[in-house]
C-alpha cells in the first residue's frame, strides 16, 4: 500500500535537506518570538501594523532613505504594555553580498532609532557588522546615517555595514511618511 506525504512536508523535508547541505555559512540567532522579547520584552503585547504605502509615499520613502523600497507592503511590530505604547520593530531582510541577512531595527515610541539586533546571516561570519557597530547608529537622525564622522565603516565589511545602514534608513523613513505623519 503506498502512502500519500503531504507538499508541505516535503517542502519541509527538502528545505531542510538543502540547508543541512550548505556550505556551511549562515547562523539564525533568533525567531520572530525572541526577537519580539527583545524588541519589547516579555510581558509586551505584540501588534501588527500593515501599511500599504502610496506611490506618493513610496517615492519620499526612497527620497529620504536614499535607498530603493522593492514592495509597497511594510509591516511595523507594535510594542504595547497595558495602554503604554514601547515603540515600534521591523523586520528587515535584505542580501548583503549573494546571502540574506535579517536584522530586527526597533524604533521609540516617537521613531528614534533604538536598537538594531541580527536575527539571521548567512554571508561568511567574519563580514557580520558587530553589536559596538550598530550601537553608533542609535539616536542619530536619518540624515546622519551614512558613513561619516558620526558612522565609521567597518573594513572588511563594507558591504554587511552598507545594508545595514540602507535599512535602518528605509525603516527611519517608512515611519516618518506613513507612521508619524499619520498619527499627527
Known amino acids: ?3 500519500k506525504t503531504r507538499p508541505a512536508f516535503r517542502f519541509f523535508t527538502v528545505l531542510l535537506l538543502l540547508l543541512a547541505a550548505g556550505d556551511g555559512f549562515g547562523k539564525i540567532f533568533y525567531s520572530k518570538k525572541e526577537a519580539m522579547e527583545l524588541a519589547f520584552g516579555e510581558q509586551a503585547r505584540v501588534e501588527m501594523l500593515s501599511l500599504f504605502l502610496t506611490d506618493r509615499q513610496v517615492e519620499e520613502i526612497q527620497r529620504q532613505a536614499k535607498v530603493k523600497i522593492d514592495s509597497a507592503l511594510f509591516t511595523f511590530y507594535v510594542g504595547k504594555q497595558g495602554e503604554n505604547l514601547l515603540g515600534y520593530a521591523a523586520i528587515e531582510t535584505h542580501t548583503v553580498r549573494t546571502r ?3 536584522l530586527l531595527i526597533v524604533l521609540s515610541p516617537e521613531g528614534e532609532l533604538r536598537r ?3 536575527l539571521a546571516f548567512h554571508e561568511p561570519p567574519e563580514y557580520q557588522p558587530p553589536t559596538r557597530w550598530f550601537a553608533q547608529l542609535y539616536q542619530q537622525p536619518l ?3 551614512d558613513f561619516n564622522a558620526e558612522v565609521q ?3 572588511g565589511a563594507t558591504l554587511s ?3 545595514a545602514l540602507d535599512s535602518a534608513r528605509k525603516v527611519l523613513a517608512v515611519f516618518e511618511v506613513a507612521v508619524k505623519k499619520r498619527s499627527n
Do not use: D, F
Open 1 to 3: 500500500m503506498k502512502t
Open 161 to 163: 555595514s552598507r545594508s
Open 116 to 118: 538594531i539586533e541580527v
Open 153 to 155: 565603516a567597518i573594513t
Open 143 to 145: 540624515e546622519a546615517l
Open 100 to 102: 540574506p541577512e535579517t
